[in-house]
T-cell receptor
Framework: DTEVTQTPKHLVMGMTNKKSLKCEQH?????MYWYKQKAKKPPELMFV???????INESVPSRFSPECPNSSLLNLHLHALQPEDSALYLC??????????????FGSGTRLTVV | AQSVTQLGSHVSVSEGALVLLRCNYS??????LFWYVQYPNQGLQLLLK??????LVKGINGFEAEFKKSETSFHLTKPSAHMSDAAEYFC??????????????FGTGTKLQVIP
């Protein structure tokens, strides 16, 4: 299995809702990432997990809360989002955090719309 | 800190024509360079990568890129464009950042349009 699977593919939520994005990989990768991508922009790093521990938080607002229940799963919990948080949220994985050369495997993303 | 610059946010080519997407990098250490492709409403897919060794790198879908240290470039080419090549292409560089961890930095992307 060489894929990163993200669910749901599309999500519309109100500003008072609580929702979660899910990401799963079975490649044995030990680093997993959340990226946010606005239209016509490159992906922006949000969080990095290495061996199921949060290693990097790129100053992301607390209304985004990541969780890594095990080595294959990565969640992003959403609460009290703003319309400007509408974007494509991408999950990615790599062999490990120190791997400079392997490249990332990306999921297809969750298209989030906050209304 | 490393960075990449993609020249041209939009490139249009005719079907069957040469594709050339430009990427220049800035890095204080030997860079690790990547090209990713993104189709509409999809994630990014790794096309090819340069780490060490041969400077001409071949990737998927007939794409290749040449690492030129003297020009600090890593341009992406394909001899003959196909309609299915229409997508957004991102150049990226991997390196140690000021926080002490490996970070991938993406360019701003080039949208390739293929004209029938």
């Amino acid at each position: 299995d060489t894929e990163v699977t993200q669910t749901p593919k599309h999500l519309v939520m109100g500003m008072t809702n609580k929702k979660s994005l899910k990401c799963e990989q079975h490649m044995g990768h030990r680093a997993m990432y959340w990226y946010k991508q606005k239209a016509k922009k490159p992906p922006e790093l949000m969080f990095v997990y290495s061996y199921e521990k949060l290693s990097i938080n790129e100053s992301v607002p607390s209304r985004f809360s990541p969780e890594c229940p095990n080595s294959s799963l990565l969640n992003l919990h959403l609460h009290a989002l703003q319309p400007e948080d509408s974007a494509l949220y991408l999950c990615a994985s790599s062999q490990d955090l120190g791997s400079k050369t392997a490249g990332y495997t990306f999921g297809s993303g969750t298209r989030l719309t906050v209304v | 800190a490393q960075s990449v610059t993609q020249l041209g946010s939009h490139v249009s080519v005719s079907e069957g024509a040469l594709v050339l997407l430009r990427c220049n990098y800035s890095s204080s250490v030997p860079p690790y360079l990547f090209w990713y492709v993104q189709y509409p409403n999809q994630g990014l897919q790794l096309l090819l990568k340069y780490t060490t060794g041969a400077t001409l790198v071949k990737g998927i879908n007939g794409f290749e890129a040449e690492f030129k240290k003297s020009e600090t470039s890593f341009h992406l080419t394909k001899p003959s464009a196909h309609m299915s090549d229409a997508a957004e292409y991102f150049c990226a560089v991997s390196g140690m950042n000021s926080g002490g961890y490996q970070k991938v930095t993406f360019g701003t992307g080039t949208k390739l349009q293929v004209i029938p």
